[in-house]
């Protein structure tokens, strides 16, 4: 069992940064590849970027390549997204999920979530 707890969501204007973190409880966090969802009022949830086992990183190359960045410690648990020149259209409930070592795009293949975080970026 893997527990997950995002934070660092909040209200920003248009080109400000946000850097949000989703901290790990339970088994070798080393051994599981984290991804970053999410989901807008109204719209189907969607993938942002995942982290592997071996540091490995997948973007979505369309909305948020040259502006996010996954990271992750493993000594503290953590996964970050630091989000850069943030948009209107990034605003959304945010959320991380993981799965066994090598990581994906599709949420399906996710085992846990946690509870998400809010992002909401004002024009």
């Known amino acids: 069992q893997v527990q997950l707890v995002e934070s660092g969501g909040g209200l920003v204007q248009a080109g400000d940064s946000l850097r949000l973190s989703c901290a790990a409880s339970?088994?070798?966090?080393?051994?599981?590849?984290i991804a970053w969802f999410r989901q807008a009022t109204g719209k189907e949830r969607e993938f942002v970027a995942a982290?592997?086992?071996?540091?490995?990183?997948?973007y979505d190359e369309d909305s948020v390549k040259g502006r996010f960045t996954i990271s992750r410690d493993n000594g503290r648990n953590t996964v970050y997204l630091q989000m850069n020149s943030l948009k209107p259209e990034d605003t959304a409930v945010y959320s991380c999920?993981?799965?066994?070592?090598?990581?994906?795009?599709?949420?399906?293949?996710?085992?846990?979530w946690g509870q998400g975080t809010q992002v909401t970026v004002s024009s």
């Open positions: 999920a993981a799965r066994l070592r090598v990581p994906t795009t599709r949420s399906s293949d996710y085992t846990y």
């Open positions: 339970g088994r070798p966090f080393s051994s599981y590849a």
């Open positions: 982290i592997g086992w071996t540091f490995n990183n997948i």
